[in-house]
């Protein structure tokens, strides 16, 4: 199996495809302004407690308080909490974590009105993106996340990733950080550390002692609460960080910035794949040449179809994921019902796997298979869909067909699912039901360019539309666009744009700065 990384990097966000063997397996976008993401630490202030709860709120700067359980202040709190006091009462000398005082262990039957009050500073990190109406959720157990390792600050034990089966391995690991770590860190080994030698484990230990002692300097001088003391690094690195395997052939990025930082990190990571990481300079939207934009297109929404005419229906609720399995118009299997059931659940146990991990779904997800009488086959489907699961990164739990032929499956949920709408809005009557007759459509175009030429002095751009239209406007052989070069200049480039309904239109300039030349015109009734 081969896997491809495919970043779209505009203006307002990023857009990052996986692809395994052609197929769009894992889809995440975000917005370049988005501070709030799994890992960032804040220093910030309790706001309310909440005794009944045995948890509290916490301003973080987010529109709603983020949640603090007290199970989640870890059993190193007041060790925080002293050291915290240390820095903070020397704001020029950095108190050395080396010299700081361990205390007691916390309770784990406490309360939180005894732990904290209210007004406190804490250091907090966030385990989960705010989701809905619910702020983020927050932990003081902090963490540095790397490549091989993951640093915790007031833990001396050394930790081995349980994927991690050869018990020489596991030791010759375990002793190896043992003799690395400072004093007053832990330390849990990642899976794909296995194998590594000395020099690669020091050399990102050292990254992330740096990372720890940069966030307790930025506490140290802290003038206004909330404050962001780490962030983690963008989602396109963190993404490779996590998946980052032999098997990737290539990483496609269309900024210039973003691929510099890949490639740095690729550099840091595996310096003999560096070649892997190329910048794109196509003409067409980077999603489109690559055939990823139809895939989401398809892949998302209420409805997907699947092999032979079956299809599965997704509904989202706040409570729980719903999944109904349709055999559809196929035509029943020679040797019958039973069979024809099985065919069709597995076909669905292959796609809903992709689309856990494409959607990103997370919490209680409920299956409604079509009926089968055979056990055998009840516990093939079973067997099929754990097998499929096993490719997912999120922490998940499967269990077998309930007697109603439900499956219940639960996902770790650390943000919001992916949500990608696929309905496309009327450009030209936006709702109104009513549009100007689509024959007229490339007269618009032209007045729009002789506005753009003639009035607003813009010689070069970009015309995005359709590629129906596209294929429309360059055809013959004085095609309507050769007739546009030759009236307003060959500084106009026609792109086919997937992305685009059928008669909608977007200008950009050579800076690739869009130029909104778009109109909503009342139509009389």
Same mark, same amino acid.
Request: charged fraction near 25%; proline fraction near 5%.
């Given at each position: 199996m081969t896997s491809e990384l495919v970043v779209d990097v505009q203006p307002k966000e990023i857009s990052i495809a996986l692809m395994e063997d052609k197929n769009l397996v894992e889809f995440q976008k975000e917005g370049r302004a988005a501070s709030f993401s799994v890992g960032n630490i804040y220093f910030g202030r309790i706001k309310k407690l909440m005794p009944g709860l045995n948890a509290c709120f916490v301003d973080v700067?987010?529109?709603?308080?983020?949640?603090?359980?007290?199970?989640? /202040?870890?059993?190193?709190?007041?060790?925080?909490?002293?050291?915290? !006091?240390?820095? /903070?009462?020397?704001?020029?000398?950095?108190?050395?974590?080396?010299?700081?005082?361990?205390?007691?262990?916390?309770?784990?039957?406490?309360?939180? $009105?005894?732990?904290?009050?209210?007004?406190?500073?804490?250091?907090?990190?966030?385990?989960?993106?705010?989701?809905?109406?619910?702020?983020?959720? /927050?932990?003081?157990?902090?963490?540095?996340?790397?490549?091989?390792?993951?640093?915790?600050?007031?833990?001396?034990?050394?930790?081995? @990733?349980?994927?991690? !089966?050869?018990s020489e391995e596991r030791a010759r690991l375990?002793?190896?950080?043992?003799?690395?770590?400072?004093?007053?860190?832990?330390?849990?080994?990642?899976?794909?550390?296995?194998?590594?030698?000395?020099?690669?484990?020091?050399?990102?230990?050292?990254?992330?002692? !740096?990372?720890? %002692?940069?966030?307790?300097? !930025?506490?140290?001088? $802290? @003038?206004?609460?909330? &404050? &962001?003391?780490? %962030? %983690?690094? $963008?989602?396109?690195?963190? /993404?490779?960080?996590?998946?980052?395997?032999?098997?990737?052939?290539?990483?496609?990025?269309?900024?210039?910035?973003?691929?510099?930082?890949?490639?740095?990190?690729?550099?840091?990571?595996?310096?003999?794949?560096?070649?892997?990481?190329k910048l794109y300079k196509g003409e067409l939207p980077i999603f489109d040449n690559f055939a990823i934009t139809k895939q989401i297109k398809s892949s998302f929404g209420k409805t997907i179809s699947y092999k032979h005419g079956a299809y599965l229906i997704i509904e989202h609720t706040e409570a729980l994921h719903v999944v109904d399995v349709n055999s559809g118009n196929r035509s029943k299997a020679a040797n019958g019902q039973e069979a024809n059931a099985l065919d069709v659940n597995l076909g669905a146990a292959d796609e809903l796997a992709r689309q856990l991990r494409l959607r990103d779904m997370g919490g209680i997800i409920v299956v409604d298979f079509i009926d089968m009488n055979l056990a055998e086959n009840r516990q093939k489907l079973y067997e099929r869909m754990c097998e499929n699961m096993k490719k997912d990164r999120a922490k998940h739990n499967i269990l077998p067909l309930s007697k109603f032929g439900l499956m219940q499956i639960t996902r770790q949920r650390v943000r919001p699912a992916m949500d990608v709408t696929t309905d496309e809005t009327c450009p030209t009557c936006f709702g109104k039901g009513k549009i100007k007759p689509s024959i007229l459509f490339t007269d618009t175009l032209e007045s729009k360019i002789d506005y753009l030429v003639n009035k607003l002095g813009v010689k070069n751009f970009k015309l995005h539309i359709h590629p129906y239209v596209a294929a429309f406007v360059n055809q013959g052989f004085i095609s309507l666009k050769r007739k546009w070069q030759m009236k307003y200049g060959f500084g106009i480039k026609i792109i086919p744009n997937q992305k685009l309904a059928m008669l909608q239109y977007e200008f950009y300039d050579a800076h690739g700065e869009e130029i909104d030349m778009k109109e909503e015109v009342e139509i009389k009734q």
């Open positions: 700067g987010f529109g709603k308080d983020a949640f603090l359980h007290y199970l989640d /202040l870890g059993p190193q709190f007041r060790s925080y909490q002293k050291y915290q !006091k240390q820095v /903070l009462s020397d704001r020029k000398k950095l108190y050395p974590i080396e010299k700081a005082n361990i205390m007691p262990e916390m309770e784990k039957e406490g309360s939180i $009105s005894d732990s904290i009050q209210v007004g406190q500073e804490v250091m907090v990190q966030i385990v989960k993106e705010p989701i809905s109406t619910k702020g983020p959720r /927050l932990t003081c157990e902090l963490s540095f996340a790397g490549r091989y390792l993951v640093l915790v600050p007031f833990n001396e034990k050394v930790s081995v @990733s349980s994927k991690i !089966k050869s375990k002793q190896l950080l043992q003799s690395l770590k400072p004093k007053h860190f832990g330390i849990i080994v990642r899976t794909v550390a296995a194998g590594k030698g000395s020099a690669e484990l020091d050399a990102e230990l050292k990254v992330l002692l !740096k990372q720890w %002692e940069e966030t307790i300097t !930025k506490v140290q001088k $802290s @003038s206004k609460l909330p &404050l &962001l003391v780490h %962030e %983690e690094t $963008s989602r396109t690195v963190r /993404l490779l960080r996590d998946l980052f395997n032999p098997s990737y052939e290539n990483i496609y990025v269309n900024d210039e910035t973003v691929f510099h930082e890949i490639k740095d990190y690729v550099s840091l990571i595996a310096p003999e794949r560096t070649g892997i990481v």
